[in-house]
C-alpha cells in the first residue's frame, strides 16, 4: 500500500539531503508567504470596481451571513439569537469530515490497531527515505496559516467578521486545540515512533495548522482557503519524515483542528455578547516587505481605529 508513494519519497529525500536544503527550504517558505500574499492583494483590486459602486457593499456582504432572524422569549430578546449569524451555527454536516478524520486516527492506537500495519509500513518508508535527516520547519509553518486567518483582511481580502471577531474566534480556537491536544495525550499514552515518549497521539502541530487552515476557508473561502490546507497538510506529512507521529496520529489532528475551529465560531455569539465586539470598525493597510540584503521577509502596515 506504501509502494506507489516510495518514487515520490525518494525524489523528496534527495532533494532535502543536499547540501543547500536549508536555503531550498527558506526560498519555498518565503515563495508559498508572498504568493498567499500576493493572491489576496489580486482579488482585492479585482473586486475594487464592485466595491466602488455600492457604498453599501460592506453591509450587502456581511448581511448574507447574518440573515438569523431574532427571536423573542416572554416578551425579551434572546441575546443568542440576537448575536448569531449563519456562519455561527451550529450545523450537523460540519461535523462530518472532523469526525471520521478522528474516526480513523482512534483505529491506529495500539500494537493491535487495525491500522498498526499501515502505521509502521509509512514510518519504515519515510525512515529509509530520509536516511535520518530532521527537517524542522514545521515548527514554525504551523502558525503561519493563523496568521493569514487574522491579516489577509487587511491586506485588501474582503473578510466575513471584523477583527475584534476574528481574533475571538482564533483565540477560542487555540484554547480547544490546547485543551483536546493535551488532554488526549496524556490520557491516550500513544508512544511516539521515535523516541517512545508517550504522548504522541493526535499531533499537535497537526492541529495548529488544520486549525488555522479551516479558520481560512471559513473566512475567506476555497480559493485561499486551498493554499491554508496545503500548508496544513505539509505540516502534518513533515511530523511523520521527521518520524515523531504516527499516520493515525495526524489524521486525528487534522480532524481535531478543524472541529477546534468550528468551536471558536460556534462560540462567537458568547464573545459578541460578554466582549461587546463591534462588527464594523477598524481599518489597516498592510504590504509584505522583502529585504534582500538580510533575505528577511517583513511588513508594514498603518491602522486607523
Request: glycine share 10%; charged share 15%; hydrophobic share 45%.
Amino acid at each position: 500500500m506504501f509502494c506507489p508513494f516510495s518514487v515520490l519519497f525518494s525524489y523528496i529525500c534527495n532533494v532535502m539531503m543536499s547540501k543547500k536544503v536549508e536555503k531550498v527550504l527558506r526560498l519555498v517558505v518565503l515563495t508559498m508567504v508572498l504568493v498567499v500574499l500576493s493572491v489576496g492583494d489580486v482579488i482585492a483590486k479585482t473586486k475594487s470596481s464592485v466595491v466602488n459602486n455600492s457604498k453599501n457593499k460592506a453591509t450587502q456582504i456581511y448581511d448574507r451571513y447574518a440573515v438569523n432572524p431574532i427571536l423573542r422569549k416572554n416578551g425579551k430578546v434572546d441575546w443568542w439569537e440576537m448575536n448569531q449569524t449563519y456562519s455561527t451555527r451550529f450545523r450537523v454536516e460540519q461535523l462530518v469530515v472532523p469526525v471520521s478524520l478522528v474516526g480513523l486516527g482512534v483505529l491506529g492506537i495500539g500494537e493491535n490497531s487495525p491500522m498498526r500495519g499501515i502505521n509502521l509500513a509509512i514510518r519504515n518508508g519515510l525512515n529509509e527515505a530520509s536516511g535520518g535527516v530532521k527537517l524542522r520547519f514545521d515548527d514554525y509553518v504551523q502558525y503561519v496559516p493563523v496568521a493569514f486567518y487574522l491579516t489577509l483582511d487587511f491586506m485588501g481580502l474582503k473578510a466575513k467578521h471584523s477583527f475584534g471577531e476574528r481574533v475571538a474566534v482564533a483565540a477560542v480556537t487555540y484554547i480547544a486545540v490546547t485543551a483536546l491536544s493535551q488532554g488526549l495525550k496524556y490520557t491516550v499514552r500513544e508512544p511516539r515512533p521515535d523516541t517512545g515518549t508517550r504522548n504522541s497521539f493526535p499531533s499537535g502541530h497537526t492541529m495548529t495548522a488544520f486549525a488555522g487552515a479551516e479558520l481560512v476557508r471559513s473566512e475567506y473561502g476555497w480559493g485561499v482557503g486551498m493554499g491554508a490546507y496545503a500548508l496544513a497538510t505539509t505540516v502534518g506529512f513533515m511530523r511523520m519524515y521527521n518520524g515523531r507521529h504516527w499516520f493515525n496520529d495526524v489524521l486525528a489532528g487534522a480532524g481535531l483542528g478543524i472541529l477546534s475551529a468550528r468551536i471558536g465560531y460556534w462560540m462567537l455569539p458568547l464573545n459578541r455578547h460578554i466582549f461587546r465586539i463591534p462588527r464594523k470598525g477598524q481599518a489597516m493597510v498592510a504590504s509584505p516587505v522583502y529585504y534582500a540584503n538580510t533575505k528577511a521577509v517583513g511588513m508594514s502596515c498603518a491602522i486607523q481605529f
